[in-house]
């Protein structure tokens, strides 16, 4: 069965360092990769996505994210955090059945110290 | 832009007691979700309707049932609900017919179950 993997459930990180959040998956064809941020109290909000072509995807907020198919990951980087990037961030990988589905991740909860 | 609009945002409720909870988009998508959230967990999907006057069970359908309104509405009904049923459920809205997959969320609807 498809799933996504965030072996990561809470990381703290000093504002001004860098940030990686790993994310594996397990699909059987070419996966279409999400990940989204969730702010306390709020919906949540597409940073980036992959389907197809480089492997390096850039997204908002200074987000990249790099597909890796030979480790079966998509992990998210930050060179810089800010203390507005605490949130909950979720890793997800979409299944074309007739219909668009999400599977998400169990989320990574990022906390920022000052 | 309201985007997708759920209500109530918050409810509580006693085991037994029925409710729905209601969920409106106003960007003409065609495929709507019922996602839930629990700690740890990440987002299940409970159920779907990848377009007007069709609905399908997601991961954990027991418990709830769907109408597809029109197609802006899409509602979830507790007819009897569970102490397990307590929970921060999500709506979410995509177009049909591309391959971008990414979903747009509402703000959630916590509900406590007694």
């Known amino acids: 069965a498809q799933s996504v993997t965030q072996p990561d459930i809470h990381i703290t990180v000093s504002e001004g360092a860098s940030l990686e959040l790993r994310c594996n998956y397990s699909?059987?064809?070419?996966?279409?990769l999400f990940w989204y941020v969730q702010s306390p109290g709020q919906g949540l909000q597409l940073l980036l996505k992959?389907?197809?072509?480089?492997?390096l995807v850039q997204g908002i907020k200074g987000f990249e994210a790099e597909f890796k198919r030979s480790q079966s990951s998509f992990n998210l980087r930050k060179p810089s955090v800010h203390w507005s990037d605490a949130a909950e961030y979720f890793c997800?990988?979409?299944?074309?059945?007739?219909?668009?589905?999400?599977?998400f991740g169990q989320g990574t909860r990022l906390t920022i110290n000052p | 832009n309201a985007g997708v609009t759920q209500t109530p945002k918050f409810q509580v409720l006693k085991t037994g007691q029925s409710m729905t909870l209601q969920c409106a988009q106003d960007m003409n998508h065609n495929s709507m979700y019922w996602y839930r959230q629990d700690p740890g967990m990440g987002l299940r999907l409970i159920y779907y309707s990848a377009s007007e006057g069709t609905t399908d069970k997601g991961e954990v359908p027991n418990g709830y049932n769907v109408s597809r309104l029109n197609k802006r509405e899409f509602s979830l009904r507790l007819e009897s609900a569970a102490p397990s049923q307590t929970s921060v459920y999500f709506c979410a809205s995509t177009p049909l017919g591309t391959d971008t997959g990414e979903l747009f969320f509402g703000e959630g609807s916590r509900l406590t179950v007694l």
């Open positions: 997800a990988v979409a299944l074309i059945q007739g219909a668009q589905k999400l599977v």
């Open positions: 992959y389907f197809s072509g480089d492997t």
């Open positions: 699909y059987g064809a070419t996966p279409y």
